[in-house]
């Protein structure tokens, strides 16, 4: 039997249970695959990509043996949503002014306080 692919997509997560193989999603019910914001709408240091991809795999192992359902994957998605906004916050990660999308779906960006 085939393995199903199933997927989260929040505005900055994208995962799917497959494993990548020449550019193509191939399905795996044992592998998760996150796409990090699709869409560009921060700048990204390989410091701040670490600590999300470390945060995913905490959150990858914390569920190990259950099985990978929708909602595993939604609880997953939105506590990386959760995590990349604090990062935001922190002044870690910033809005990339070249994006395609300027929303400000976070929040609105860190100004330095004017004295």
């Known amino acids: 039997m085939a393995d199903t692919l199933l997927k989260c997509t929040t505005r900055h997560v994208r ?8 550019e193509d ?31 995913f795999q905490q959150l990858v192992d914390a569920g190990a043996g259950s099985e990978l359902s929708d909602y595993s994957l939604r609880r ?7 995590y990349i906004r604090q990062l935001l916050q922190a002044g870690e990660l910033s809005y990339n002014p070249d994006g395609r999308v300027q ?3 976070m929040g609105l960006p860190r100004t330095p306080d004017l004295l």
């Open 15 to 22: 995962l799917f249970t497959a494993r990548v193989e020449n």
């Open 76 to 82: 997953i998605g939105t506590d990386l949503e959760g």
């Open 103 to 105: 929303n400000f779906s």
């Open 25 to 55: 999603l191939v399905p795996s019910g044992e592998e998760l695959t996150l796409d990090l914001d699709p869409d560009n709408e921060f700048l990204w240091s390989d410091a701040v990509v670490a600590k999300v991809q470390q945060r």
